[in-house]
């Protein structure tokens, strides 16, 4: 087996506003990579022509010191263990296992980025025209990394992402595809500021699970599960003058759970003033859900036999939903001035179980085979 080892220590007796660059062509197994980078605009690789490894158990730690600095990475191969740790404003991460090279594969990827400081800018891409299985990614951005951006694309099966974030104006953009296979493809993810935008997609079949915990106001989190999964979510922090907006959407005997009391759990579900909550399920689907706080408006829809048990605690609350085939709906209300429409159509045998405590209700209901 052919060994390579580097160790470099890039030029950290220079001025910190120099600028110190590598360039890494390496083909053949079992690489050891170790880089540390001091100063401003240094580069591991740079936004055109990114460093490149080719071959299997490749194993390297890159760590960076200070602002707009690069790091570009390519692996073509499996068994990789990378960790990428950046402390400074404006810095670039962009990581790519198997891009573009269908001779290699990007099994079994284990990375590690974190980050502290302001604006940065992470791209993580794992398995591309090969797929990369059993991909596991932790990407971590320590309290106030504010205006960041993190794009992560796995395409494989049993992948998990862990994503853990505290800052502000922060842009998320996820995408697992392929087959959960029977471990699954598991999502956890832990957001804490305002003004986030959130996005996550994943597909596979009935074995997608995401894990989404978020505090803040003025976030807008959209979530899509194709062909089954489960989404677990807790929100707080919303108020009425900075409202949080969540869209669900799942395809294939998908579950919605919010963390609430409904499962016997002791956190608040969707919680915080004036939320909006948009949830929409096509074949047979499960929503428990527990909203605590003010004018929230809940939406849901379900399209083929659905089962909706809802907990709903607060004032000048509004929610419609629309059920399709011989489905069942348990809510309780305890608040004033609520607002409830609901439809249940297209099978014989829908259930409506409905308990308001609370002055000036307003309940429309339509049952129709």
């Known amino acids: 087996m052919k060994l390579l080892t580097f160790f470099i220590m890039a030029l950290m007796s220079l001025p910190a506003m120099a600028t110190n660059k590598i360039y890494v062509t390496q083909a053949g197994a079992s690489l050891v990579f170790d880089v540390l980078q001091d100063g401003d605009g240094n580069m591991v690789g740079n936004s055109t022509t990114a460093s490149t490894v ?33 402390t400074g404003n404006s810095n670039n991460i962009d990581f790519n296992c198997d891009p573009a090279d269908s001779t290699s594969g990007c099994d079994d990827v284990n990375a590690v980025i974190t980050f502290t400081g302001n604006s940065q800018d992470i791209d993580v891409d794992v398995g591309g025209t090969t797929s990369g299985d059993n991909a596991d990614i932790d990407i971590v951005g320590a309290s106030g ?9 796995i395409d494989g099966t049993s992948a998990i992402l862990r994503l853990t974030i505290d800052g502000d104006s922060n842009n998320y953009l996820i995408d697992i595809d392929g087959n959960g296979d029977v471990a699954g493809h598991t999502l956890i993810m832990t957001q804490t500021g305002i003004t986030a935008d959130v996005d996550v997609t994943q597909s596979g079949v009935y074995d997608n699970s995401a894990t989404v915990t978020t505090t803040g106001d003025s976030q807008n989190i959209d979530i899509v599960q194709t062909a089954g999964g489960t989404v677990t979510m807790t929100t707080t ?4 003058s900075a409202v949080k907006t969540v869209n669900i959407n799942q395809t294939g005997h998908a579950t919605f759970n919010t963390n609430g009391t409904i499962l016997g759990q002791t956190s608040d579900g969707l919680n915080g003033a004036g939320g909006t909550f948009d949830i929409d399920q096509t074949s047979t689907g499960t929503i428990n859900l527990d909203a605590n706080g003010a004018s929230a408006n809940i939406s849901i829809e379900q399209t083929s036999t659905g089962t909706v048990n809802m907990d709903v605690d607060g004032a000048t609350f509004v929610a419609d939903i629309d059920q399709d085939n011989a489905s069942t709906i348990s809510l309780t ?11 249940q159509e297209g099978g014989s045998g829908d259930i409506l179980t409905l308990t308001v405590n609370g002055a000036s209700a307003n309940v429309d209901i339509i049952q129709r085979d």
């Open 333 to 343: 209300h305890d608040g004033a001035s609520a607002d409830y429409v609901i439809l």
């Open 237 to 240: 922090g919303s108020t009425s």
């Open 145 to 153: 990394t504010d205006s960041t951006v993190v794009a992560a694309t």
């Open 54 to 86: 080719s071959g299997s158990a490749t194993n390297f730690n890159i760590d960076q010191v200070g602002n707009s600095n690069i790091i570009t990475f390519d692996i073509n191969g499996d068994n990789f263990v990378g960790t990428w740790n950046t």
